[in-house]
């Protein structure tokens, strides 16, 4: 029996795009929207089954319906470029789907569907609608269901004519009745002014149509009646705007739209280009399930592998030891199932050593005839080679046993290898070496709610060949870090920190609880009053959290002036917002408001309940492996996001104290950093001039650039050359300065090019940086950590444009997060050096945190800057601004 399904296009990719939050690949082109649209199409193709699909398009902006109203859509705001450049991306992706699209000059995407649903009345074929419109439910009919998407586009909820009576009390065809009376923002339609959806309703369950309405005006009294006489000419052209056309000259062929499933290898190559792992991991592309799982069996059958699952497995056990006390070569995999190491859950290992691969349950090694494995796992001087060590040692640690002896990382090697890559999994790093299949965890776990630990056998065989994976991994990424140049990037820096990470992680930060909560109350305090006088300005109560009840109570009570619409109503964003803030009092309270809820929701209750119980402490987690630049990324809370340019949001420091009494809490910030890297790399005269004399970077760039003494530099000059200086390496355009500084884009763009004038070493870096890209397709740090750009020489201005601006900030923001991690490594080892108490215990950015014994603190206050500006050579002088006290807010 046919089924067809119809998407309307330009709609769901529209919301998809502001449903989902930025996603980019690493080529730098934006994916948000595809992935949003790709996740709900899969979905509803799973759902509905269906046996004919077609895609519609708008074709353009000028359909026939400017023809009689000019202003037809007027009130859109452009399509952000964001989401232009993600229609071809989609519409080639469709065709790796084998689903048709059909768009035609003049019509809208409506009009396509229109004409398709009135053929499948005719032929009384179900058909399944999807659009982000409700305009569309005038087509609902007893074969026709119109799904309207909701929550984004990760729901829909379902229309047929039964349903729109039960929600409007109208049949389908009155939905054109309604848009003519009360109008459509988001399609620029006018409608009849002061007639909302309630009072057009009243009017339709009355008199049934727009044009009945018009013929009963003496029926009705006041304003009514005065608005509508008035507009009666717009409502008619409202409905005839909203009507949709049902005779577009359709030029496929039914048959054209049948749809019998995906091209696999092709719809994998599409989701390699862009990236989406987890759409290829979720439908196993590249393999069907029960081929992936017979071929897992049959990788399997080649091994060589033991079971130890109790005493009586003892002689194997042994056997391993044994191995293991005779090689230094070996894949050791430790499933710790959880992101967040800290309550990740353990449940097996497996060691491939020689010819044999060994596989266990996890509470095995907590046995006593295991005794000798612990020992092997804790001994510094026994090798092991592993997959995400980092995470293991952690989960280790919780668990009771030690870790040490940490010496190859493949998870680590692979991401240094290509730090673009969104997630290092071992299935997708063994599959990028062109190694054996190695299924994707969500092919024996399932994903989810449906995610399921399986049966011994499976879970065994599934460890056994994550284990040798490992083994196999291990020389081809040593490989090729040797001919990458970057062996001495990873073993002396990047594999090193990974432990003192989790020794830190694993330390935490004490917490005072009670600190937390009286902030908690005085942030109830403030937002209390900021309610009550909000209320006052507005004239009435509402939900302030609510962006529609907020757009209502500010455009349509207090007449502000709209910037932007949607199609679900009025934009209340901060942009939105920032910019109204000139013509009511009621807007700063409104962002106010805003800053203290999410303090109060995200940094004082979510820091609460993150602080472990039996430590009182708050633990962490440090990822390597997510920045494309080499920054660390804080998990499970994220401690590097806690906003300190309020107040309030400084005040949250104060919570975060010593674990001992009598310590203190250091911390040390690395100056202006970024800008003393680039002044090394771009070989800038008068930049390390500047540093050389520790001068205000600021002010001497605005002494050069304005041509004025440093007595005459004002506090807009020094603001410009501030936006200038951290700006320039990201390739700052003149409308993006004038739009930081309130000022013209040629007053922007002459203060950029007096900038590269005075600054000639940072001008010729700039060109000289692209250059080298586009010839070699990657840039570096100092210390060779290296970041590939493959849109450096795209035809496309956006992707290009993109990656040469990635090309100019990369080497900059590399070689910074480098030093740091350099600088944690080197104060480690002094540290242990000295036998000091002191404990590293955070970093943020460009901070570290120390916790320090009274009897250390001064020691700490000369060595902590020292052992920070020694952390790299370079042209210029680091310098690290030191701080203590009772507690982290103090300590700043």
């Known amino acids: 029996m046919e089924k067809w399904m119809l998407i309307d296009g330009n709609s769901i990719i529209y919301r998809a795009f502001f449903a989902i939050p930025p996603l980019t690949n690493s080529s730098g082109s934006h994916t948000n929207a595809i992935f949003g649209f790709t996740t709900m199409l899969l979905k509803l193709l799973e759902q509905e089954k269906p046996t004919h699909v077609l895609v519609a398009f708008d074709a353009g902006k000028v359909t026939f319906r400017h023809e009689g109203y000019a202003e037809y859509k007027g009130g859109r705001q452009k399509t952000p470029p964001e989401l232009s450049e993600q229609f071809p991306v989609l519409k080639e992706l469709l065709g790796a789907f084998n689903i048709s699209q059909y768009e035609l000059a003049g019509y809208e995407a409506d009009d396509i569907i229109g004409t398709l649903t009135k053929a499948a009345d005719d032929k009384g074929v179900e058909t399944f609608v999807v659009t982000g419109d409700k305009d569309m439910l005038q087509l609902a009919s007893e074969k026709v269901t119109i799904a309207v998407t909701r929550k984004g586009v990760s729901e829909v909820d379902l229309y047929t004519p039964e349903a729109i009576q039960e929600k409007y009390g109208l049949v389908p065809m009155q939905i054109i009745d309604l848009k003519g009376l009360m109008g459509d923002v988001s399609d620029n339609i006018p409608g009849v002014p002061g007639v909302g959806e309630k009072t057009a309703l009243k009017l339709l369950h009355e008199h049934g149509t727009v044009e009945n309405v018009l013929a009963n005006l003496d029926k009705l009294k006041g304003k009514l009646k005065e608005n509508i006489e008035t507009h009666k000419d717009d409502a008619e052209m409202s409905k005839k705007l909203a009507t949709i056309f049902r005779e577009v000259p359709f030029e496929k062929s039914i048959d054209e739209l049948s749809y019998a499933g995906y091209d696999g290898p092709k719809l994998a190559e599409a989701f390699r280009k862009l990236e989406f792992k987890s759409l290829i991991e979720r439908l196993q592309l590249g393999a069907e399930a029960g081929d992936m799982e017979e071929e897992a069996q049959a990788a399997a059958a080649d091994l060589s592998i033991h079971v130890i699952e109790s005493e009586q497995h003892k002689e194997a056990l042994d056997r391993l030891v044994d191995i293991l006390g005779k090689t230094d070569k070996n894949g050791l995999y430790i499933e710790a199932i959880g992101e967040n190491p800290h309550h990740a859950e353990l449940i097996g290992l497996a060691i491939a050593a020689e010819d044999a691969v060994f596989a266990m349950p996890y509470s095995v090694i907590k ?526």
Do not use: C
């Open 367 to 892: 046995q006593p005839f295991a005794a000798k494995l612990r020992d092997w796992l804790e001994q510094a001087d026994k090798p092991k080679y592993g997959f995400d060590l980092h995470k293991v040692e952690l989960a280790l640690k919780w668990s009771g046993i030690g870790f040490e002896g940490s010496a190859f990382d493949v998870q680590l090697a692979a991401y240094l290898l290509d730090p673009t890559e969104a997630s290092q999994t071992l299935s997708g790093i063994n599959e990028k070496q062109g190694l054996s299949l190695l299924p994707p965890d969500e092919a024996v776990y399932g994903k989810g709610a449906k995610f399921k630990v399986p049966d011994a056998d499976t879970l065994y065989r599934h460890l056994s060949l994550k284990a040798e994976a490992v083994r196999k991994l291990v020389p081809l990424l040593t490989e090729e870090l040797s001919n990458t140049g970057m062996s001495k990037l990873y073993f002396d820096m990047e594999h090193p920190l990974s432990r003192i990470l989790a020794g830190m992680e694993f330390q935490g930060i004490k917490v005072k609880s009670e600190e937390l909560e009286a902030l908690g109350r005085n942030l109830e305090g403030q937002l209390t009053t900021i309610i009550s006088n909000v209320y006052k300005l507005a004239g009435m109560e509402f939900n302030i959290g609510s962006p529609k009840q907020l757009g209502e109570v500010l455009f349509e009570k207090l007449g502000l002036p709209a910037k932007k619409k949607t199609k679900t109503g009025y934009s209340t964003d901060a942009e939105v917002l920032e910019e109204l803030a000139p013509y009511h009092d009621i807007i700063p309270l409104i962002l106010h408001y805003r800053q203290l809820s999410k303090l109060q929701s995200t940094y004082v209750e979510g820091l609460l309940k993150e602080v472990r119980k039996e430590t009182g402490k708050i633990h962490t987690y440090y990822r390597q492996t997510i920045a494309a630049t080499g920054r660390l990324s804080s998990q499970f809370p994220n401690l590097q996001n806690i906003p300190i340019r309020l107040e309030e949001g400084r005040q949250i420091r104060k919570a975060f104290v010593p674990s001992e009494p009598g310590w203190s809490i250091v911390a040390a910030d690395y100056s202006q950093i970024e800008l003393r890297v680039l002044a090394h790399i771009a070989d800038d005269e008068n930049m390390k001039e500047a540093f050389i004399h520790d001068m205000d970077i600021h002010t001497k760039t605005a002494m050069d650039v304005f041509g004025v003494t440093a007595e005459e530099v004002d506090s807009n000059m020094r603001r410009s050359a501030k936006a200038v200086n951290f700006g320039i390496v990201y390739g700052i355009s003149d409308f993006g300065l004038s739009q930081n500084l309130g000022i013209t884009r040629n007053e922007a763009g002459k203060f950029i090019s007096d900038y590269k004038e005075v600054f000639k070493g940072v001008r010729q870096y700039m060109l000289d940086i692209v250059q080298q890209a586009k010839r070699d397709g990657y840039v570096a740090t100092l210390l060779e950590r290296r970041r590939y750009l493959n849109d450096i020489n795209a035809s496309n201005f956006n992707l290009r444009s993109f990656a040469e601006r990635t090309a100019m900030n990369t080497p900059i923001q590399g070689t910074a997060a480098d030093i740091i991690k350099l600088a944690m490594v080197h104060m480690d080892a002094t540290l242990r050096e000295r036998k000091l108490k002191s404990r590293m215990l955070l970093q943020v950015h460009d901070e570290l945190v120390f916790e320090v014994p009274q009897d250390e603190l001064e020691l700490m206050k000369t060595l902590v800057p020292e052992v920070m500006a020694g952390a790299l050579k370079l042209d210029v002088p680091l310098k690290a601004d030191m701080s203590f006290g009772d507690n982290w807010y103090e300590a700043k």
